[in-house]
């Protein structure tokens, strides 16, 4: 057998992850007999195409929910690797097990409205970016800019003009 199950369906409520907060998640090798997929279905002509991943994430998507894992995305990555003799595949494994025991429940609208998702987001800390017009200014207590590189004394005499290595 090459999983651990086949079931139709996930166990566990939506997680609320988009593919960038999924890209957050270091990859890591995982067994297929470790895998229980939640897709009971196999298309052969994704099977048999070579470019399944060209505009998706390279790694399976695999969740943990009371101690198993389920194979949410990949299950034909997973088939090929199998059909190669390859007992191991890279997966980015979303552990909801651990937000379950911190109290923050997928889908839950009442009193805790984050998500697993938002969770790792706020973890990150802001996004850094171009400031936007009527943002509040940087505190003064922020570090100062790093200073500007000195400049060999060699160089400051030179012309860019056409030569070197990259003459025609």
């Known amino acids: 057998m090459i999983f651990k199950g ?7 409520a939506d997680h609320g992850f988009a593919p ?7 990859p890591r090798q995982i067994r297929l007999d470790e895998l229980i997929t939640v897709t009971s279905v196999l298309a052969l002509d994704k099977l048999l195409s070579e470019d399944s991943t060209f505009y998706g994430d390279l790694f399976a998507h695999a969740v943990q929910f009371h101690g198993d894992l389920y ?39 009442g009193q805790s ?9 706020d ?20 570090a100062p800019a790093p200073a500007a590189r000195p400049v060999n004394p060699r160089r400051t005499g030179r012309r860019s003009s056409g030569g070197g290595a990259h003459r025609a």
């Open 6 to 12: 086949v079931q139709d369906g996930k166990p566990y």
């Open 20 to 26: 960038r907060d999924w890209a957050k998640i270091p």
């Open 71 to 109: 194979l949410e995305d990949g299950l034909h990555r997973a088939v090929r690797s199998a059909l190669r003799g390859k007992n191991i595949i890279h997966a980015r494994v979303l552990n909801l097990d651990e937000y379950l025991a911190t109290g923050i429940k997928p889908g839950d609208t």
């Open 113 to 121: 409205p984050v998500s697993p998702a938002q969770a790792i987001r």
């Open 123 to 142: 973890a990150a800390g802001p996004a850094t970016g171009p400031v936007q017009p009527g943002a509040p200014a940087a505190p003064a207590s922020a």
